[in-house]
Nanobody, 115 residues
Framework: QVQLVESGGGLVQPGGSLRLSCAASGNIHSNYIMGWYRQAPGKQREFVASITGSGVISSADFVEGRFTISRDNAKNTMYLQMNSLKPEDTAVYLC?????????WGQGTQVTVSS
């Protein structure tokens, strides 16, 4: 089993920054692809960005260079640095870890962008 715990969410003004963390424990290893998803109220969950153990990154178009995903395999932790936040970035941000047929999710951390 793999456990994922997100942290770092909160309330921030438009244009502000937040850094999310996802700490993984259990049977996690660097072959897992780790990623961030988000879900706003009344909307479907959407992909934000992912990173492989070797550092290959994929990201959604709306990231537009504002978000940076990174990963520390030694600490089993993934990060999402979010800059230039917009009100439409408001959502619960969830951490995901996938390997072959295994997919694990965290509980999520709330990000609210509002003045």
């Amino acid at each position: 089993q793999v456990q994922l715990v997100e942290s770092g969410g909160g309330l921030v003004q438009p244009g502000g920054s937040l850094r999310l963390s996802c700490a993984a424990s259990g049977n996690i290893h660097s072959n897992y692809i780790m990623g961030w998803y988000r879900q706003a109220p009344g909307k479907q969950r959407e992909f934000v960005a992912s990173i492989t153990g070797s550092g290959v990154i994929s990201s959604a178009d709306f990231v537009e260079g504002r978000f940076t995903i990174s990963r520390d395999n030694a600490k089993n932790t993934m990060y999402l640095q979010m800059n230039s936040l917009k009100p439409e970035d408001t959502a619960v941000y969830l951490c995901n870890a996938e390997y072959t047929c295994y997919s694990h999710w965290g509980q999520g951390t709330q990000v609210t962008v509002s003045s």
